[in-house]
């Protein structure tokens, strides 16, 4: 797949309870805010597990990154769905005969609330 400058890619995921226990197990960030539901019964999603969803353009285009900043803006719940939008904003060859990619991202909930914004760079494998 070819990208190109000014093309936006979105996707979106549904964060369930057993995402954030299976993340807690893994990274061991075990807030009380990720181990105890609220009083609606959710849980907090850790904003690690949260950043993944940017990170999905990687696997899909083969993008190794070399540098990630995100903007956590507002919690994630359980059961919230999470729209992420990137924006590609560099796509070009380097002195190597390899691709570089600059990129923004906003995702926001199913509120359309943002809860996280940030860029990223990297190359394409």
Known sequence: ??????????????????????????????????????EQGRFVVQGLLTS????KIGGDYNVLARKMDFEFLRPVFSGDTIRCDV??????????????IIAMFS????????????SFSGIIL
């Open 52 to 55: 993944t969803l940017p990170t």
């Open 87 to 100: 924006t590609i904003e560099q796509f070009e060859p380097d002195e190597k005969n390899r691709t570089k």
């Open 1 to 38: 797949m070819k990208l190109q400058v000014g093309e936006k890619i979105t996707f979106e995921r549904t964060f369930t309870k057993e995402d954030v226990v299976l993340f807690t197990e893994v990274s061991k960030d075990e807030g009380v805010h990720h181990v105890t539901p609220d």
């Open 107 to 118: 995702c926001r909930n199913q509120l359309e609330k943002e809860v996280m914004k940030g």
